[in-house]
T-cell receptor, first 114, second 109 residues
Framework: NAGVMQNPRHLVRRRGQEARLRCSPM?????VYWYRQLPEEGLKFMVY????????ESGMPKERFSAEFPKEGPSILRIQQVVRGDSAAYFC????????????FGDGTRLSIL | RKEVEQDPGPFNVPEGATVAFNCTYS??????FFWYRQDCRKEPKLLMS???SGNEDGRFTAQLNRASQYISLLIRDSKLSDSATYLC??????????FGAGTILRVKS
């Protein structure tokens, strides 16, 4: 499967635990984006990364959230000390990097906080 | 004012109908525009890019009016499988996509 791969598809955590969401971009894509979709709302941009660099994190909450895209391996979105309000669908997208190119999305990770 | 605004609908139409969705955006510097569809909280899927000259893909026609900052999507001969949420998406500065909240389409037999 050459598409954007996200795992896990579903993740359940208790309040205060850490959540790690993974994303492998499409083959040939070097740019990764994370979006969050709260129940009954639209998608909201969180962060844009290239290999080893955060390009734009203007949509990331100031605390508890971090993202990385290491030289080797998938991009990781990490949420520390999760709270009920973090329950959402988290989508990753990738693009080749040229401006004006569409982004292609993974299946998403549904995060549920107990 | 939201960066991208869409009529949330729902649009309830019979099979075979023609339906049009509109979208306005606030950032006049936006460079590229897309329509995505999203089914039942699944991932958004690219439907088509929107070009200044207008473009057509089968039953779907997209148009862009930069002067009015307005984008449209026309669906002809609606099918049951067209039922979904249609997302107007604008690429502003720095490759950041801005999504509209979506327009719900329900096609009924």
């Amino acid at each position: 499967n050459a598409g954007v791969m996200q795992n896990p598809r579903h993740l359940v955590r208790r309040r205060g635990q850490e959540a790690r969401l993974r994303c492998s971009p499409m083959k040939g894509h070097s740019h990764v984006y994370w979006y969050r979709q709260l129940p009954e709302e639209g998608l909201k941009f969180m962060v844009y990364l290239q290999k080893e660099n955060i390009i734009d994190e203007s949509g990331m909450p100031k605390e508890r959230f971090s993202a990385e895209f290491p030289k080797e391996g998938p991009s990781i979105l990490r949420i520390q000390q999760v709270v009920r309000g973090d329950s959402a669908a988290y989508f990753c997208a990738s693009s080749p990097g040229q401006t004006n190119q569409p982004q292609h999305f993974g299946d998403g990770t549904r995060l549920s906080i107990l | 004012r939201k960066e991208v605004e869409q009529d949330p609908g729902p649009f309830n139409v019979p099979e075979g109908a023609t339906v049009a969705f509109n979208c306005t955006y606030s950032n006049s510097a936006s460079q590229s525009f897309f329509w995505y569809r999203q089914d039942c909280r699944k991932e958004p899927k690219l439907l088509m890019s929107v070009y200044s000259s207008g473009n057509e893909d089968g039953r779907f026609t997209a148009q862009l009016n930069r002067a009015s900052q307005y984008i449209s999507l026309l669906i002809r001969d609606s099918k049951l499988s067209d039922s979904a949420t249609y997302l107007c998406v604008v690429n502003g500065y720095g490759n950041k996509l801005v999504f509209g909240a979506g327009t719900i389409l329900r096609v009924k037999s």
